[in-house]
């Protein structure tokens, strides 16, 4: 059983940067097997898909609303993927969770949070001065 579990999150300032990750564990495929994605859900809203990445191929999508902020990457060898966050906005904030499924049929990898079957816990990102 696939086992995912976030970290990175905290209080930062407008403009600044943090870097998420996600620690995958209890399977025998390694995280390039899968689809992979973040997702994000602020106070009163939907959880909303910020950025994945296809299996085995590592080609990203990303949100409109974070392209050019923000960039995905995964290391097969640690088992961990990972989100790297510039620029931050107050409207960044949110409980961030990182989520996997088994390769989707697409080339493209699929932003819709219900696409998805594993989820991590999430880590809190508080943008703000």
């Known amino acids: 059983q696939l086992q995912l579990v976030e970290s990175g999150g905290g209080l930062v300032q407008p403009g600044g940067s943090l870097r998420l990750s996600c620690a995958a564990s209890?399977?025998?495929?390694?995280?390039?097997?899968?689809?992979v994605g973040w997702f994000r859900q602020a106070p009163g809203k939907e959880r909303e898909g910020v950025s994945c990445?296809?299996?085995?191929?590592?080609?990203?999508n990303y949100g409109d609303h974070v392209k050019g902020r923000f960039t995905i990457s995964r290391d097969a060898a640690k088992n961990t993927m990972y989100l790297q966050m510039n620029s931050l906005k107050p409207d960044d904030a949110g409980l961030y969770y990182c989520?996997?499924?088994?390769?989707?049929?697409?080339?493209?990898?699929?932003?819709?949070?219900?696409?998805?079957?594993?989820w991590g816990q999430g880590t809190q990102v508080t943008v703000s001065s």
């Open positions: 989520a996997a499924t088994e390769p989707q049929l697409s080339e493209l990898c699929d932003l819709r949070p219900d696409e998805y079957d594993r």
């Open positions: 209890g399977s025998g495929f390694t995280l390039d097997y899968y689809a």
């Open positions: 990445l296809q299996a085995v191929f590592d080609r990203a």
